[in-house]
């Protein structure tokens, strides 16, 4: 089954630029979407199709891919960014969907 | 405005059965696929299923295949994910979604 690999946690103080990887290997075909989770929320989509920003997300945060390694980026991280960050796409037959395992973004 | 509603879950003991729902209000939903998707509790999001605009192409992940169904019905804007012979790992909050639209998710608890 296809997998998407994030690390577990990265942590960076207020200000900085925290960038968080999604490995798999139908990334350069496929496109990445990432989500954020708050804490009793449900997932709130963040980029889409590897580098778009949905309407009303804070231009801190931006998307690249390159290969088989997609990234979301969130220059000048806010506290109020804590949250959890998935990455999502599908295999290389574009049928099944994966998540990757998450990444909880610290901010302190 | 987009909604996503779902409904259905509850306490089910292993080897049972639920049907969850999810009611959709504000696009022309037999136009979209819709995904099931759940979240353990403390756990990540996993995918489990989706299902094409016309109901005739469904996918599933393999850890749900065989026991999960996966369904709609245009005419009442609703998503439905049939689950059988539920395990303890089952229990989840289950989601319905439209990307980028989420409903707010039903908890499904699979006990004795």
């Known amino acids: 089954s296809y997998e998407l690999t994030q690390p577990p946690s990265v942590s960076v103080s207020p200000g900085q630029t925290a960038r968080i990887t999604c490995s798999g290997d139908?990334?350069?075909?496929?496109?990445a979407f990432w989500y954020q989770q708050k804490s009793g929320q449900a997932p709130v989509l963040v980029i889409y199709?590897?580098?778009e920003r949905p309407s009303g997300i804070p231009e801190r945060f931006s998307g690249s891919s390159s290969g088989t390694m997609a990234t979301l980026t969130i220059s000048g991280a806010q506290v109020e960014d804590e949250a959890d960050y998935y990455c999502?796409?599908?295999?290389?037959?574009?049928?099944?969907?994966?998540f990757g395992g998450g990444t909880k973004l610290t901010v302190l | 405005e987009v909604q996503l509603v779902e409904s259905g879950g509850g306490l089910v003991q292993p080897g049972g059965s639920l049907r969850v729902s999810c009611a959709a209000s504000?696009?022309?939903?037999?136009?979209?696929?819709m995904h099931w998707v759940r979240q353990a509790p403390g756990k990540g999001l996993v995918w489990l299923s989706r299902?094409?605009?016309?109901?005739?192409?469904?996918t599933y992940a393999d850890s749900v295949k065989g026991r999960f169904t996966i369904s709609r019905d245009n005419a009442k804007n609703t998503v439905y994910l049939q689950m059988n012979s539920l395990r303890a790992e089952d229990t989840a909050v289950y989601y319905c979604?439209?990307?980028?639209?989420w409903g707010q998710g039903t908890l499904v608890t699979v006990s004795s």
């Open positions: 299902i094409s605009g016309d109901g005739s192409n469904t």
């Open positions: 199709e590897d580098n």
């Open positions: 979604t439209r990307a980028p639209f």
């Open positions: 999502y796409s599908t295999d290389s037959s574009g049928n099944l969907w994966v």
């Open positions: 139908a990334l350069p075909k496929k496109y």
């Open positions: 504000g696009f022309t939903f037999s136009k979209y696929w």
